[in-house]
């Protein structure tokens, strides 16, 4: 079995010097986000990363982050480009932004033939997400249907004071099956309740305590990567018609389908763990405060990549 690899999709990662909250130091030694990501998945035994990049942002992104991590675990970079796509599509005159998460991992197509976790580059994951989702993908394989596997959070650890969040709120069976999940773009704290609206605050429906949500963390074998090249041009065919500068390909559109086709089981990882991530300006301050906690309790050492 192939050991898996991690892919960072950090193609909304600009110029260190546009200010971007990816690249914002959050401790007085200049670590990012990313690092303790990166720093936790080594420790959970991933050797292998492929970061997910704009192709002008290379030298910046390797000043600020690739060239160090490289000396700990092997460095692969792909780009993200709008005009990948396949033929006989054409990118719509105006568009601008790439087609989504999905569409991020079918950069490293040409790259990836093993299992592989998927993450967003600017999110604090907690240690026993990636503890968890490598030793699922070291222990299971396809089988009648495809094996795969998500880290779920509580709702309540994902939340900020400061705005409103988008999740994916998840439905799960008795045995943590994933049965599918809901997209809900503005989710906000209600008093002591937590409420979503489709309606630019007209109305608020409650989310119930506890709600499992995903940020983003899935672990797939390489059968996924087939999929999503499969489901591409169905996508295109769809939204270019219906949105053509704004459509995306979500992956979790593309797990929502294998699971109502029957095609795959993903189960859902549980972590408890509070995440962490400046959605907002006045955000960076409560991750400052937490990393320089979690430095100060052991779990971290104050510089994470000395030899």
Known sequence: MKKPVLIIMAAGMGSRYG???????????????????????????????????????????????????????????VF???????????????????????????????????????????????????????????????????????????????????????????????SSHLKGITERTRIEKRGEKTAYTEDEGASWHMIPEGSTVSMNMWGFTASFMKELQAGFPDFLKKGLQENPLKCEYFLPSAVNKLLEEGKAEVTVLKSYDRWYGVTYKEDKQVVVSAIQKMKEEGNYPRILWEK
Request: glycine share 8%.
């Open 80 to 174: 993200q480009e709008v005009d990948n796509i396949p033929a006989p599509f054409t990118v719509p005159q105006g568009r601008q932004r790439p087609w989504g998460t999905g569409h991020a991992v079918l950069s490293a197509a040409e790259v990836v033939d093993s299992p592989f976790v998927v993450i967003n580059a600017d999110d604090y994951y907690g240690r026993s997400a990636f503890s968890q989702i490598y030793d699922y993908l070291t222990t299971h394989e396809d089988g009648e249907k495809y094996e795969y596997a998500m880290v779920g959070y509580i709702l309540e650890n994902t939340l900020t004071e400061n705005g409103h969040v988008a999740r994916g709120v998840c439905e799960t069976d008795a």
């Open 19 to 77: 200010g971007l909250k990816q690249i914002d130091p959050v401790d007085s030694e200049g670590h990012i986000i990313m690092d303790f990501s990166l720093y936790d998945a080594v420790a959970a035994g991933f050797e292998e990363v492929i970061f997910v990049i704009k192709r002008e942002n290379e030298a910046d992104f390797k000043e600020v982050i690739g060239d160090r991590i490289a000396k700990f675990m092997k460095v692969s970079y």
